[in-house]
Each structure stands twice: as C-alpha cells, then as structure tokens.
C-alpha cells in the first residue's frame, strides 16, 4: 500500500481519530476538536474511523459529517478490526503533510495537538507525548508503568508512554508505515523505528468524557506482549538461555543423585523434591512452547495475507464530485 498523493489544496494536517462504541462521549467531542483545529488557522482535516460500532456512533459521525463536510471524512469499517487496525485506516485517507492520531474519549485534551505542530514545523518526523498527571485508575497506571519498563529492557524502542495515543507523523513516516506489509503492528513502535528525529512531548491528561474504557487489564498485557514479539527476538534467545541453564543443571543433578545412591543407597525421602522440581520444569517448557508458538502464529497470520480490515462505507466531499458517499 503506498500513501495519497497530495494535491495543491490538499490540507495541512490530517487528524485520524479512531470510534469503537463511542456515543456518549462523541457529542463533547465534536465541539472541542473543531475548535482546537479552527483556532490553529491550518488547513485540516478529520478522519473518523468507526470501528465496527454497535451503538449510534455512525449515525453520530454523519450528522456531523453533514454539519462540517469540507474538514470531515467518516471511513466505517465492516467489523471490530482493533485500534491500529483502524489508525491504519484512517492513514489510507488522510492527504495531509501531518497527520495526528487521537483517542475519541478526550483523555487528551485536542487543544494539545498545538505542541505537536510546533515540534513537526521544527523538522521532528515523529513527536511522541507523555501524559502529565495521568487521571487513569491506579491499576490501570501502574500496569502501563510495569509493561513499559519491561518493553523498554526487551526492544529497542524508547517511548516513556507508550500508551497514550496523542502522537503526530511526518507525511514520509505514513508512507513508510502504508508500505509496511505487517498483519500485526504497533504503529507508535513501527514510527519509532522508522524515524530519523523522533522527539516527545509532555501533554496534558483528563480523566475519560464518558463511556468505558476499551483497554482491560487482558488487553493491555496482549497488547505488552504482541509488542514485545513483534519487535524483538530477545523473548525467544533469552527462553533459550534459560533452556540451556536449566538442562546444565538438570544434568548436574541426575550426577549428583547416581552418585548419591551409590554411596548412600535406595532413598525415598526426595521423592517430593523431585515432583517440585519435576512440576518446575514442565512449567518452564509450557512456557516455552507458549512463547514460541507467538511467533509462529505471528508467522501464520502473516502468511494467509488477509486484510487487515475491511471498509464499508466512506463519506468524503471532493471538489469534482461533490459529496459523496461511497462503499469500498
């Protein structure tokens, strides 16, 4: 997939912001973004992607379609494709030079976009942020603190807050990302890696508009450790470092115990040490096979080479035909 070319009205900033479920918080929303974008005298656009929603956010994301069609583009998804599914989406059609991606919940506040703008005009071709005070819940914040540190030793990449989605790109770093042909990917991490000036910022962060959150504990730890997979082969030559110590001294202690009855005779008083020990092994080549069975079905979704999602709908007004509703 390559990235769309850019015509000379093209607009200067492209914001793609993900829908999953969102009609509670969609009608504080509106009003904020197209202030904040209003007041940075740019030419913008905002790309809504919903992301297969069951409630009444589609008909939402058209009323306000309907209300501001020169700065808006609606892209409906067929079904539930995950968050980055949808961000790549959004990627698909958005034209402009910047391109920020944003949560709909409002944790980020879109007057923030402002700061990534001034550091992408510096020559910064990716501007990561870092939430200030984060109103999350403690096991939520903590989580995330643990799951970076942990991505921090096992990966390359260096993001203080990988979880907050209020980031801005270059229009060669789409591009870069559009041509990635990866089933699965964690689009700040894959930005990083292709960035030649990354920079972060600290933004400011507010507790959750309304509605639920769509990242539980479960969630986070997949999405920790599809990261960590996905990035990094260090899981996989550390488990067979580990491997490697466990059979030297496996095989010290089967010395030890022929040497042991030979000297001491038949004994049963270990025999429960050994089932631990036994217990503990077994459970190390469980997780083995856990940890290398990532992988390969990383593998194998990467080979059936299906879409990462599917498109719907897309409401767009251009200039030679006006608005328009299309299917895809």
């Known amino acids: 997939m390559t990235g769309l070319s850019q015509p000379a009205e093209s607009p200067d900033v492209s914001v793609v912001i993900p829908v999953y479920n969102e009609e509670a918080v969609l009608p504080a929303l509106f009003p904020r973004i197209y202030q904040a974008l209003d007041a940075l005298e740019r030419r913008y656009e905002v790309i809504f992607v919903d992301d297969g929603s069951r409630d009444r956010s589609v008909a939402l994301l058209r009323k306000q379609y309907q209300a501001r069609p020169e700065e808006t583009q609606v892209v409906c998804l067929r079904a539930n494709a995950g968050q980055h599914a949808a961000i790549l989406a959004g990627f698909e059609h958005a034209a402009g030079r910047f391109v920020i991606t944003l949560d709909a919940d409002l944790q980020n506040p879109p007057e923030e976009i402002a700061k990534l703008l001034v550091k992408l005009d510096e020559g910064h071709d990716y501007v990561g942020t870092i939430r200030r005070e984060r109103r999350d819940s403690l096991w939520r914040d903590w989580a995330s603190k643990a799951m970076n540190r942990l991505r921090e030793r096992i990966t390359s990449i260096q993001m203080t807050d990988q979880g907050c989605m209020l980031r801005g790109y270059d229009r060669e770093i789409i591009d870069a990302i559009l041509n990635s042909e990866e089933a699965n990917t964690f689009i700040p991490a894959l930005a990083y890696l292709y960035s030649g000036n990354p920079v972060e910022v600290v933004v400011e962060h507010e507790e959750r508009a309304a509605g639920e959150s769509k990242y539980p504990l479960y969630k986070?730890?997949?999405?920790?450790?599809?990261?960590?997979?996905g990035f990094s082969l260090m899981p996989l030559q550390l488990f067979s470092l580990i491997g490697v110590g466990i059979s030297i001294a496996s095989f010290a202690f089967v010395i030890f115990l022929a040497i042991r009855r030979l000297v001491v005779g038949p004994e049963v008083e270990g025999v429960?040490?050994?089932?631990?020990?036994?217990?503990?092994?077994?459970?190390?080549?469980?997780?083995?096979?856990?940890?290398?069975?990532?992988?390969?079905?990383?593998?194998?979704v990467q080979s059936r080479g299906r879409p990462r999602y599917l498109v719907r709908a897309v409401l767009k007004r251009t200039d030679s035909q006006g608005e328009g509703d299309s299917s895809e």
């Not at 429960?272 to 990383?298: D, N, S």
């Open 220 to 229: 986070l730890i997949h999405l920790n450790f599809d990261l960590m997979t």
């Open 272 to 300: 429960f040490t050994l089932f631990a020990i036994v217990f503990f092994l077994i459970g190390i080549l469980l997780f083995g096979i856990g940890l290398l069975g990532e992988y390969v079905g990383r593998i194998y």
